[in-house]
């Protein structure tokens, strides 16, 4: 206990590896749908409705926390950032309708195809652009700190995508709250 409150901040994940977790969560989801066969119904749904969950979560807590830090204090992110929230824009845009659709619907596959590709596009320019640009100008110190904002957003974050809610600060800190308080009481209704 004296231990782990000592070293505090060194023990938490660096923001980096937290995202970068994230990432490889989400493509793991991504690689089962991609085995699961044509008939394999309730686990393509089962493995959609966790991209719904893990992607919403992702996308707010990045917007939240990580974007709004990197735009403050990264020289030259600005565009890579606002890339960042278009294509996340793009993502949530899909999974809104991927959210509780029948995975016997003749669109779902090839909605959840273009999910994919898109997901792992933005993965790929975060992890070779913007992860590096980030790590070189801000200190352990620092990427350990948003790390654990990063943890605490998690916590009250939406579990749906809201593509028509604000995506920057200070909207999407407000907003965001009351979606995730929204969705969980959804959620505790639906159990
Ligand atoms: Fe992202």
Do not use: C
């Amino acid at each position: 206990m004296l231990q782990s409150h000592r070293l505090g901040y060194v023990t938490a994940m660096d923001a980096i590896t937290l995202l970068k977790t994230d990432h490889k969560t989400v493509e793991k989801l991504f690689k089962q749908f991609e085995k699961a066969g044509d008939r394999a119904i309730l686990t393509k749904g089962k493995l959609v409705g966790g991209m719904v969950k893990e992607l919403s979560v992702h996308a707010a807590i990045e917007e939240q926390v990580f974007y709004p830090a990197v735009r403050r204090e990264v020289e030259n992110a600005k565009d890579q950032v606002l890339e960042g929230l278009e294509e996340h824009h793009v993502a949530k845009w899909l999974l809104s309708e991927l959210d509780g659709m029948d995975p016997e619907d003749e669109r779902f596959d090839a909605k959840v195809t273009v999910l994919i590709e898109s997901v792992r596009h933005h993965v790929e320019e975060e992890e070779e652009t913007l992860f590096p640009m980030v790590r070189k100008a801000l200190g352990r110190k620092r990427l350990a700190e948003i790390g654990a904002q990063l943890d605490q957003a998690k916590k009250a974050a939406p579990v749906h995508p809201h593509p028509r809610s604000p995506d920057a600060p200070p909207g999407n800190v407000v907003v965001g709250a009351i979606a995730g308080a929204i969705d969980k009481a959804r959620h505790a209704f639906e159990e």
